[in-house]
Every structure is written in C-alpha cells, then in structure tokens.
C-alpha cells in the first residue's frame, strides 16, 4: 500500500503519453488524473518519513524517478528539436511536461536528504549544495547517483563504527 502512489509516479508519465496518443482530441481527459497522481506523489514524498521510510529509501526512489524519466526526457528533447519550427504552439506543453518529469523525484531527494540531515548523515551546507544540485536538470540525475551511493557507504560506516564499540 505505501508503495502504489511511488509505481503510479513512476507509470504516470507514460500512461500520460499513451492517454494523450489514445485521445489526441481531448487533451484534458489525460492531464487532470496525471496532474492529481504528480501532485499527490509530491505530497506523499513528505508523508513517507512518518510512515518508517528511511532517507535511504527516498534517495532510493529519487534515483529511480529520475532514472526511469531519462527515455521519456529523451524523446521530449527530440520532440522539440524534430518540431522547432512549430514550437510556440506547443511550447507550453513540453515545459509543462519536462517540469512534471524533473519536480517529484526532485521532491523525492529533498524529502530524503532532510531524513538524512536528522539521521546525521548529511550537514546542512551538504543539504543545500544536493538541492541546487537537485534543481539543475541535467546535473540532478547524476547527484541522485552519487547522493544515494554516498548515504549507502556512511550507513555502512556508521553501522561498523557502531559494532566495533
């Protein structure tokens, strides 16, 4: 159960593409429920550390979203290029679209770096630096890598500092 709004993020951005594609004359029939299911996954990413879910677990998922949309930030980059010509029609679109991409699992890596600043895992300087970082499109998905690799390592040593005393 905790788990299904995390799949629907993950599923949402191609049910949307399909949706749109299966009815390209109603617009709104797809983006209403793919806006409520972005906004709730956002919403829920701060529910999740109440619930037992660990900042390991949000940097986990933050990673994965960010994975996951690659292809999709893939084709929308071609879109935009294959169509320039066209653009100021569906500009609008396509922003709204690569945001809805990039900001929850944005939402994902804040809500578990501060789960782990609580833990002592993260400072607040190391905090702030991963949310700019965060907030730069392309830089992002790297930082959720190195972010989540890094939390996986100090969990580590702090486990072993811990079994040693």
Known sequence: MKKTPLFLLLISPYAFIFGTMLFSTELPITVWPYGIVLVFGMVYAFVLPQLGYSGKQLL?????????????????????WIFLSQMEHIAGMLLFFGLSLWLPSTVYGLSGMLCCRKMGQLSNGAVVFNLILQLIPGVAMIDAIILYIYICCSEKTIIRKFSLS
């Open 60 to 80: 986990f998922w933050n990673m994965l979203l960010k994975l996951i949309n690659v292809p999709m930030m893939m084709i929308l980059i071609l879109f935009s």
